[in-house]
Structures are given as C-alpha cells and as structure tokens.
C-alpha cells in the first residue's frame, strides 16, 4: 500500500472485502462439496458472483494504488452435510453484506455507492434464497447488511 492509498478511507473497506470475497470462495468450495442437484447449480452461479466481484474489488484496489490482499491457505468454513452447507452459505452471504453496506457508508463516491448497493442487494437475495431452501420463515431479513 502507498502513501496515497493508506490516505485514501475507501481502502481499507475495500480489502476487507476483497478479504471477504476471499473466504467467501473458500466457503464456496466447501459447501458445495455438500450439495447436490440444483442447490449445487445455485451455489456454482454464486461462486462464479464472487469470483467476478473478487476480480472487481481487485481493479479497484489496484486502481487507488494499494496492493490487493491474496486468499488465506485456509478459512474457518465447515459443512458436516447439505443443512450445514446451506446455512453456511447464508453466514457467508449475511456476513458480506455488512461489509457492502459499510462501503456505501464510508464513502462519496458515486461508483463506489453503486458498487455497494449492489452488493448489499446481491449478497440478500442469495442469502434469502439459502434460508429459503433451510425452510426459514421468512425467508428474508428485514434490514439486509446489519450485523
């Protein structure tokens, strides 16, 4: 990290979530070893989400100068069968969401507002999506990205 990027606040919010996204594809791997036929389909097309917005907060670190974090060897992610992989997969999406509305807390800029916007929106529908197949109700929380 420079100088300049250590100055720059929207830094910090954006490693942890590229830190995030990290352990999130970790998290990924796991429970989708647990799963089958289309919650296996379902947890691929978020996998592939993540790895998308992990490529993104990547450009976006590089872009303000900073060095992107790289993943972990190992994440604390564990799924014994398919109920514990789907409610990891909603941890792992909840816990995501607090950091999207973080960005869009800590900073003015537009792009990165929308970027986090989006994000909190994505990272609630898949979460209400994984408490639905656990059978929650409701399924949904009243104020996504709170901790």
Request: aromatic share 4%; glycine share 8%.
């Amino acid at each position: 990290m420079t100088a300049t990027s250590a100055a720059d606040p929207a830094v910090r919010v954006l490693t942890a979530l590229l830190e995030a996204e990290h352990a999130v594809l970790y998290g990924y791997g796991v429970l989708g070893a647990r799963l089958a036929d289309d919650a296996l389909v379902v947890a691929q097309a978020a996998a592939s989400a993540h790895r998308a917005q992990r490529d993104r907060l990547v450009g976006l670190l590089r872009d303000r100068g900073a060095e992107p974090p790289a993943p972990a060897a190992a994440y604390d992610a564990v799924a014994a069968g398919a109920a514990d992989a789907l409610a990891l997969a909603v941890r792992l999406e909840t816990g995501l969401g607090v950091l999207f509305r973080d960005l869009v807390g800590s900073t003015d800029d537009p792009r990165l507002r929308r970027i986090g916007v989006d994000g909190l929106v994505e990272t609630a529908v898949r979460a209400a999506s994984w408490r639905s197949r656990l059978g929650a109700v409701p399924a949904t929380e009243a104020f996504p990205g709170t901790a």
